[in-house]
């Protein structure tokens, strides 16, 4: 879902905004997939690309905007459903950073003290 500044596209017509929607709902699909494997995600320019979806839709008749209704309904769904998964793994990830460093620090100041050094002693 990456992409820089500019990056989402001129939605005019309703094929090329439908399309648009069927791509963003597959790359979150695939957004979803990496995110349960562990792997890091980048969400660059989503927001851009939803928002020009919004745009090419707000410039059609009603009638004929409100056929993708169901698409729309089911990319909040999706997108619900991702921001669930990312909450999830920051929550995950918050915990096992506190358990690496509980650990660290009982290994670190929970030891006993070294015994003294043994040899010849000086005044």
């Known amino acids: 879902m990456n992409g820089g500044p500019g990056s989402a596209p001129s939605l005019t017509d309703m094929t090329a905004i ?3 929607l069927d791509m963003i ?3 979150i699909g695939d957004t979803r997939v990496a995110l349960q494997a562990g792997g890091v ?3 660059a320019g989503l927001d851009d690309r939803v928002a020009s979806i ?3 839709l707000e410039a059609q008749p009603h009638e004929t905007a409100r056929v993708l209704m169901p698409k729309l309904t089911l990319l909040v769904q999706d997108l619900t459903m991702l921001s669930t998964a990312c909450a999830q793994v920051q929550a995950d990830t918050e915990l096992a950073l506190r ?3 509980g ?3 009982s ?4 030891r006993p003290p070294l ?3 043994s040899g010849p002693v000086r005044d």
């Open 115 to 117: 015994p003294p050094i």
């Open 18 to 20: 439908e399309r648009e």
């Open 107 to 110: 290994q670190a100041y929970g």
């Open 54 to 56: 919004c745009a090419g």
């Open 99 to 101: 358990k690496v460093s």
């Open 25 to 27: 709902a597959l790359a």
């Open 103 to 105: 650990s660290r620090a």
């Open 41 to 43: 995600i980048d969400l």
